[in-house]
């Protein structure tokens, strides 16, 4: 059923692309009710307008709070045309219907982003525009809502094609964007006051997302898939992109996995290489194309076709050591003008600069059929005053801090994880198996492939604890000096006895790092 448009009330706080919305409801005569700034502005703009109060005969109160809401309003939108009861009650209070509704509301998000003041933050939670916005989406078999500046084009369209009247199909896929904005508003507004009250695991808990872009396709091409953010916490993701290919779902989800270990190296300079999700290298390093080399070197055939993160400007030398290599994406904290003209030499390489990334400590999800999982990151950081020595041998001041860099990096490694490094590089990985000892042996054979030389003394991190000895008796035999690992099984005192037996370090955290 297509609707013929009367009347139509404006009430926005953004005001862009308003001329030819304006221009096309002049054009079928449509009678326009608006209050406030938008009255302003459609007036100035040279069109007529009924102003809301004088509509209402009801001056507004309590500093614009109470406007709109008022039954002349509310009845106009949400009575139903094909209902006699409704319609004859219409006609006794003699209120016309309201078949147009154009609404985006206080700049909430905006607001929080810029001030910490609560009561500037309370003051710009919308209450009117909502409820406007409800009533008209309920009611789309007869009422047209508008919530986006974006979709004003589609409205004329739809004026356009059908004589100042829209189609019932067009109300009802209003109806649903407006029912996701006022959804995201409020999950918005509830998530402020949750991290205001510290509250991290409330009773109902609501994820709201913006759609930053749609993508090519999801982790393979027969998935559809897009990036969502929330304007409360992330207003702009940080990345700009300088080069390259449109980044994937897969690009995507290594560069948030890199940065995450690249936030744990602090202020000390190192590279991180992603692959799938799983580390494939990690170095620091004071001088910066070293921190690349030796990350790179840890796994040269995994990092192929992976994911560089580097928490330092890329310079000209940097950019053609990275450019002897086949890689997705490059992030680092800015771009030197010639770097850029070398790295660009490869077209499809994605460029990203991450000098305004900020991390985030929210919540991480896991979505599953029907149902969610919620939990805080692992952002534990190791207390060296809280680690046991449980072996006769101790190590020293300058190995307590490599050991802190293995048993960090082995945090972001898929478990069942075992990290080998040597002078703050990893030099064998091995990730997500099923058996503990599975990873030992592939992390010792990464090692033995691409760095035999720095087996010897290595340190080994594992990111829970030996449930046999067969791991460590196998890091022993290929090298390994020192082994950090939580502790906490049945067999530690024969685990202990097999590295006391093996003349290495061994450490208990207590800390375990699943990360499945």
Known sequence: MNLKIKNALISVSNKENLVSLLKTLKKFNINIISSGGT???????????????????????????????????????????????????????????????????????????????????????????????????????????????????????????????TSLKFREIMSSKAFGLTAYYD??????????????????????????????????????????????????????????????????????????????????????????????????????????????????????????????????????????????????KGFEKKSLNILKRKKNLRIIDISEYKSKN??????????????????IILDR??????TKLKPSKKELNEIEFTFNVSKYVKSNAIVLCNNFSTIGIGAGQPSRFDSCKIAIQKAKKFQPQKIKNSIAASDAFFPFTDGVEALIKAGVKIIIQPGGSIRDQEVINCANKGKVKMLFTDIRHFNH
Not at 362 to 379: C, M, P, R, W
Request: with cysteine; hydrophobic share 35%; charged share 25%.
């Open 39 to 165: 009255y302003a502005s459609i007036k100035k703009l040279g069109y007529q307008c009924t102003e809301l109060s004088k509509y209402t005969g009801f001056k507004e109160m309590l500093d614009g709070r109470v406007k709109t809401l008022h039954p002349k309003i509310h009845a106009g939108i949400l009575h139903d045309r094909q209902n006699k009861i409704h319609k004859n009650e219409m006609n006794i209070k003699k209120f016309p219907p309201i078949d147009l509704i154009i609404v985006n509301f206080y700049p909430f998000q905006k607001v929080v982003m810029s001030t910490s003041n609560p009561k500037e933050i309370i003051n710009n939670i919308d209450i009117g525009g909502p409820t406007m916005v409800r009533a008209a989406a309920k009611n789309y078999k007869n009422v047209a809502i508008i919530t986006n500046k974006n979709d004003y084009s589609e409205l004329v369209k739809e004026l356009e094609k059908y004589k100042g009247k």
């Open 385 to 390: 005053k809280k680690l046991k020595c449980v």
């Open 187 to 332: 999950a918005m507004i509830a998530n402020w006051l949750n991290k205001k009250l510290s509250i991290e695991f409330p009773e109902r808990k609501t994820i709201f997302g913006r759609r930053l872009k749609k993508l090519r396709y999801g982790e393979n091409p027969h998935q559809e898939s897009s990036i969502y953010i929330n304007d409360f916490e992330d207003q702009k993701l940080g990345f700009i992109q300088l080069a390259g290919k449109e980044l994937s779902y897969n690009n995507y989800n290594d560069m948030f996995a890199s940065l995450e270990i690249l936030e744990s190296l602090g202020k000390e300079t190192g590279t991180v290489i992603i692959k799938h999700a799983n580390p494939c290298g990690v170095s620091k390093n004071k001088n910066p194309i070293d921190s690349f080399k030796n990350a790179f070197a840890c796994d040269p055939l995994s990092a192929f076709g992976g994911v560089v993160a580097c928490n330092f400007k890329i310079n000209e030398k940097i950019a053609s050591e990275i450019n002897k290599n086949f890689l997705e994406v490059i992030l680092a």
């Open 362 to 379: 929210i919540t991480s999800i896991k979505n599953f059929e029907g149902a969610f999982l919620v939990q805080n990151k692992d952002k």
